[in-house]
């Protein structure tokens, strides 16, 4: 069975996993981090899982759909960033944090590799996988047969 949606990528659904879980953890850490560690961590750890589906969406653009990895990559590093001034704060203890550090890097694995055999052979198109199921058209030829055929008998010389 092949990729037909966002959370068919694995990689999709752990950075949506882990930033729930981020989302969670975010919820003891006090109220004068609300709008500043608080709102980054969850911001930037959603971010990893919508980039990852805002690239999906437009994947038959093979240039678009690996710069939206790439930002998703970004995200990730920056969820790093905050859930390190989360432990130094002593929001978060040493063990949490290396959890989360290793999560974080195990999305960015998967997030680099998925930008590095994402590469088509034509540098505009995608692989196919990443192409929308086109099962349900017909063969080409069950349009052009037709109408070439309607052509030559009402089109007279």
């Known amino acids: 069975?092949?990729?037909?949606?966002?959370?068919?990528?694995?990689?999709y659904s752990?950075?949506?996993?882990?930033?729930?879980?981020?989302?969670?953890?975010?919820?003891?850490?006090?109220?004068?981090?609300?709008?500043?560690?608080?709102d980054q961590i969850r911001r930037s750890s959603r971010s990893v899982a919508?980039?990852?589906?805002?690239?999906?969406?437009?994947?038959q653009y093979a240039k678009s759909f690996k710069r939206h990895l790439i930002d998703s990559m970004g995200s990730a590093e920056e969820t790093k960033a905050?859930?390190?001034?989360?432990?130094?704060?002593?929001?978060?203890?040493?063990?949490?944090?290396?959890?989360?550090?290793?999560?974080?890097e195990n999305i960015g694995a998967k997030l680099y590799r998925l930008h590095k055999t994402g590469k088509a052979k034509n540098q505009n198109e995608p692989p196919s996988y990443l192409l929308p199921p086109t099962s349900y058209l017909l063969p080409l030829t069950s349009?052009?047969?037709?109408?070439?055929?309607?052509l030559l008998t009402t089109i007279r010389p």
């Open 50 to 59: 919508v980039n990852i589906a805002e690239g999906w969406g437009k994947r």
């Open 82 to 104: 905050w859930l390190e001034f989360a432990q130094k704060c002593e929001y978060i203890n040493l063990n949490t944090y290396d959890s989360f550090i290793l999560k974080m």
């Open 1 to 11: 069975m092949g990729i037909s949606k966002v959370k068919d990528l694995e990689v």
């Open 143 to 150: 349009y052009i047969l037709p109408l070439t055929s309607y």
């Open 14 to 38: 752990v950075a949506v996993e882990v930033a729930m879980e981020i989302f969670r953890l975010s919820l003891s850490f006090p109220m004068e981090e609300k709008y500043s560690l608080t």
